[in-house]
C-alpha cells in the first residue's frame, strides 16, 4: 500500500502536513505484526540480534490462474527503509505494551539504522514466476525480520493489481484505452491511491481518482454522473446563456452562428430525430438540456453519459445535436460514456449514427468520436465483448479491477533461507511449501524468437548460464522432470538497490516502469500471456541447486520409525 497521512487524535486530516514528509505516514516501523516486535526482543535476549541473515520474498503461485505476475511495490519498500526510524512515541508504546522489557532494548530499537542490510531486486516492473525471489533482503537478523510484514504489504497488493491491470490490457488489446474508475469500490483511500498507481503502472491510459493524478502524474479522465443528468427537465433552465465562438486552427474566429447555442442544440435535436426516425417526444428534453449544459461548462472536451433514460432514441440524439451545435462554434466533442445495457449492441448503434452524421454532413473526425463503456466490467465481459464485435474504444473498470474480486490476494511470503552463511531450509508435507534454501542467482534464458524460455536458479559460487551453451535444467521437486537448454539470450534478474545505508541507482519513474511492463510482457510467449488455460512457464534449478536442495531436505527431514 502507499504512504497514508497519520491522523489527529480527533481523527482529521492535519491541513498543513507536508505531502512529502515521510514520518509522518502510516508506514512505518509499528505498521507491523506484534510477532515481529517479539521475535526482536526474543532475538536481542538471545544475543542474535548481530547474525547475518538472509531472506527470500516470493509467492507460490500465480494470480488469476495465470502464468504471470508484475513485480510492483519495490519503490515503496526503499522508499520504507530510507525513512526506517522508532520515533520517541513509537518507543513510548512499545515500553507500556511490553512493561516487561528491559529498556536497553528499548534504546536498541530507538538506534536502529538500515546501514548494514542489502536488498537485491528484480527490476519492477518485471514479469515474474512462482518461487523466483522478487527480493532478496540481507543484514542482521532484527532488522531485516521486522521488514517481512511491511515489504508484503506493499508488494502485495501492488503487484496483485498491478497483475490485474495487465490482463485487461492484454484482453482488450493495445488500441483500447484503459480508464481506471475504481476509487469509490476501493478498500479504503489508500487502497484507492495504490490501485490507481499501480493500475496505471500495469497498462491502463488513467484513472477518476484526482488525488493520484496530483500525487503521481496520471492523466486524470471523467464525464458526470446520472444525478446531473436528471436534475434538468427543460431546455428553459438555460435561457440566458450563450457560448463564444471557438478559434479554427489557422487562428481565425469563425463567423458567429445566427442562432444562439442553445437554439442550435434543439433544432439539430429536432433535424436528427426526423433523419433518425425518432418520435419528438421520445427524446428527453431535460437531458438535452444536461448536455448542453455541460457542453458549455466544457466545450473543448464536451463528452456525455448518454444511458439515463434511452441511449437509442433519446441519448445518442441528445448528444449528437450538442455535439453539432458545438461545430458550428468551432468546437469538436470527445465521445460519450455507456453505463449500462447490451454494451456490443448499444455500441454499434452509437457508431453507426457517428458513422451517418459523418458522411452527411461532411465531418470526418465524428466518425471517430469515444465510445466508452463502464458498467462493472471485467476480463471475461470484455473477450465475450471481442467475440461480440463491439465498437467500443475505451473501458472504465472499477470494481473488478481494484478490488481483483477474483482473487483479492496474491499470497507473497517472506522466508528466511540464510543465517550467518548457513542455509536454512522449511519443510512441509506440502512440498509446494518448501524453501528453496540458501542464497540464489536467477537467469531468464531466452530462444532465438525472442521469447522467455525459463527462469533458472543456481547457487551463487556457479558460473553464469553462457549464450550458446548447452545447461542442464531441473523442476526443484521433481526428478525425473528435467531437459537441456541451450539460449540464445542469458538475462540477470537481479541487481542491488539498497546497500550502505543508501539506493543504489536512481529510482526509476512510474512512466519508466510503465514502459518496462509492456517491454516485459512483450517477452512471453502469447499461449502464457491467454486467459484460458495459458501455457505453464518453467521455473528450474540448475543441477547443483538441485542437489544441494534435497541433501539439505534429508538432513532436515525426520526419520520415521515402523513398529
Known amino acids: 500500500m502507499l504512504p497514508e497521512k497519520r491522523l489527529r487524535a480527533d481523527d482529521t486530516l492535519m491541513a498543513d502536513m507536508n505531502e512529502e514528509n515521510h514520518s509522518m505516514s502510516v508506514v512505518q516501523p509499528l505498521l507491523t505484526d506484534m510477532y515481529q516486535i517479539s521475535m526482536a526482543y526474543a532475538y536481542w535476549k538471545s544475543g542474535k540480534q548481530h547474525n547475518e541473515a538472509t531472506f527470500d520474498l516470493f509467492f507460490r503461485k500465480n494470480p488469476f490462474k495465470g502464468e504471470f505476475t508484475i513485480f510492483a511495490g519495490l519503490s515503496d519498500c526503499l522508499d520504507f527503509v530510507e525513512n526506517f526510524k522508532f520515533t520517541e512515541s513509537d518507543i513510548n508504546y512499545l515500553q507500556n505494551l511490553m512493561?516487561?522489557?528491559?529498556?536497553?532494548?528499548?534504546?536498541?530499537?530507538?538506534?536502529?539504522?538500515?546501514?548494514?542490510?542489502?536488498?537485491?531486486?528484480?527490476?519492477?516492473?518485471?514479469?515474474?514466476?512462482?518461487?523466483?525471489?522478487?527480493?532478496?533482503?540481507?543484514?542482521?537478523?532484527?532488522?531485516?525480520?521486522?521488514?517481512?510484514?511491511?515489504?508484503?504489504?506493499?508488494?502485495?497488493y501492488s503487484s496483485l493489481v498491478a497483475t490485474n491491470a495487465a490482463r485487461f490490457r492484454i484482453a482488450s488489446g493495445k488500441k483500447i484505452k484503459l480508464l481506471e474508475f475504481g476509487l469509490r469500490r476501493a478498500q479504503g483511500p489508500n487502497g484507492g491511491l495504490t490501485a490507481s498507481r499501480y493500475s496505471y503502472l500495469g497498462g491502463f491510459d488513467g484513472t477518476s481518482n484526482v488525488l493520484a493524478g496530483k500525487l503521481f502524474g496520471i492523466p486524470v479522465k471523467g464525464t458526470h454522473a446520472h444525478a446531473y443528468v436528471s436534475s434538468f427537465n427543460s431546455m428553459k433552465e438555460l435561457d440566458g446563456q450563450t457560448l463564444e465562438?471557438?478559434?479554427?486552427?489557422?487562428?481565425?474566429?469563425?463567423?458567429?452562428?445566427?442562432?444562439?447555442?442553445?437554439?442550435?442544440?434543439?433544432?439539430?435535436?429536432?433535424?436528427?430525430?426526423?433523419?433518425?426516425?425518432?418520435?419528438?417526444?421520445?427524446?428527453?428534453?431535460?437531458?438535452?438540456?444536461?448536455?448542453?449544459?455541460?457542453?458549455?461548462?466544457?466545450?473543448?472536451?464536451?463528452?456525455?453519459?448518454?444511458?439515463?433514460?434511452?441511449?437509442c432514441k433519446s441519448g445518442i440524439v441528445n448528444f449528437c445535436a450538442v455535439a453539432l451545435a458545438l461545430n458550428e462554434f468551432g468546437y469538436r466533442a470527445l465521445g460519450v460514456r455507456i453505463?449500462?445495457?447490451?454494451?456490443?449492441?448499444?455500441?454499434?448503434?452509437?457508431?453507426?449514427?457517428?458513422?451517418?452524421?459523418?458522411?452527411?454532413?461532411?465531418?470526418?473526425?465524428?466518425?471517430?468520436?469515444?465510445?466508452?463503456?463502464?458498467?462493472?466490467?471485467?476480463?471475461?465481459?470484455?473477450?465475450?465483448?471481442?467475440?461480440?464485435?463491439?465498437?467500443?474504444?475505451?473501458?472504465?473498470?472499477?470494481?473488478?479491477?481494484?478490488?481483483?474480486?477474483?482473487?483479492?490476494?496474491?499470497?507473497?511470503?517472506?522466508?528466511?533461507?540464510?543465517?550467518?552463511?548457513?542455509?536454512?531450509?522449511?519443510?512441509?508435507?506440502?512440498?509446494?511449501?518448501?524453501?528453496?534454501?540458501?542464497?540464489?542467482?536467477?537467469?531468464?534464458?531466452?530462444?532465438?524468437?525472442?521469447?522467455?524460455?525459463?527462469?533458472?536458479?543456481?547457487?551463487?559460487?556457479?558460473?553464469?548460464?553462457?549464450?550458446?551453451?548447452?545447461?542442464?535444467?531441473?523442476?526443484?521437486?521433481?526428478?525425473?522432470?528435467?531437459?537441456?537448454?541451450?539460449?540464445?539470450?542469458?538475462e540477470e534478474l537481479y541487481e542491488v538497490v539498497w546497500k550502505d545505508g543508501q539506493r543504489v541507482g536512481?529510482?526509476?519513474?512510474?512512466?519508466?516502469?510503465?514502459?518496462?511492463?509492456?517491454?516485459?510482457?512483450?517477452?512471453?510467449?502469447?499461449?502464457?500471456?491467454?486467459?484460458?488455460?495459458?501455457?505453464?512457464?518453467?521455473?528450474?534449478?540448475?543441477?547443483?541447486?538441485?542437489?544441494?536442495?534435497?541433501?539439505?531436505?534429508?538432513?532436515n527431514a525426520p526419520i520415521g520409525e515402523l513398529s
Open 339 to 490: 453505463d449500462s445495457g447490451d454494451l456490443a449492441y448499444l455500441s454499434t448503434v452509437v457508431k453507426n449514427v457517428f458513422e451517418e452524421i459523418s458522411e452527411s454532413y461532411d465531418l470526418p473526425w465524428f466518425s471517430e468520436l469515444e465510445i466508452v463503456a463502464s458498467n462493472d466490467i471485467n476480463e471475461e465481459t470484455i473477450l465475450s465483448l471481442n467475440d461480440q464485435g463491439h465498437k467500443i474504444s475505451c473501458f472504465g473498470i472499477g470494481t473488478h479491477l481494484v478490488t481483483c474480486q477474483r482473487q483479492p490476494a496474491l499470497g507473497c511470503v517472506y522466508k528466511l533461507v540464510e543465517l550467518d552463511n548457513i542455509a536454512r531450509i522449511k519443510l512441509s508435507q506440502d512440498v509446494e511449501k518448501v524453501t528453496m534454501p540458501g542464497r540464489k542467482r536467477a537467469f531468464r534464458l531466452y530462444g532465438r524468437d525472442g521469447f522467455a524460455i525459463l527462469d533458472l536458479l543456481q547457487m551463487p559460487e556457479e558460473p553464469p548460464p553462457q549464450s550458446g551453451v548447452r545447461v542442464l535444467c531441473r523442476h526443484p521437486f521433481s526428478e525425473s522432470r528435467r531437459a537441456y537448454v541451450s539460449p540464445y539470450k542469458v
Open 506 to 555: 536512481p529510482a526509476g519513474s512510474l512512466e519508466s516502469m510503465r514502459q518496462y511492463v509492456h517491454d516485459s510482457l512483450r517477452s512471453l510467449r502469447p499461449d502464457h500471456k491467454r486467459s484460458l488455460n495459458p501455457t505453464p512457464y518453467k521455473v528450474s534449478v540448475s543441477d547443483k541447486l538441485y542437489q544441494f536442495i534435497h541433501k539439505l531436505w534429508l538432513e
Open 99 to 156: 512493561p516487561h522489557c528491559e529498556a536497553e532494548f528499548f534504546q536498541y530499537l530507538s538506534q536502529l539504522k538500515p546501514d548494514l542490510i542489502m536488498i537485491e531486486a528484480i527490476q519492477e516492473g518485471s514479469v515474474c514466476f512462482p518461487r523466483i525471489p522478487l527480493m532478496k533482503v540481507s543484514g542482521p537478523i532484527i532488522f531485516v525480520q521486522m521488514l517481512e510484514t511491511v515489504f508484503l504489504n506493499l508488494v502485495n
Open 245 to 311: 465562438p471557438n478559434h479554427d486552427m489557422n487562428g481565425h474566429e469563425i463567423s458567429c452562428p445566427q442562432e444562439d447555442f442553445v437554439s442550435l442544440c434543439s433544432k439539430w435535436q429536432k433535424v436528427l430525430g426526423a433523419k433518425l426516425n425518432i418520435l419528438a417526444g421520445e427524446c428527453n428534453e431535460g437531458e438535452l438540456a444536461a448536455f448542453a449544459s455541460f457542453s458549455l461548462a466544457f466545450p473543448t472536451r464536451f463528452s456525455a453519459l448518454i444511458d439515463t433514460y434511452d441511449v
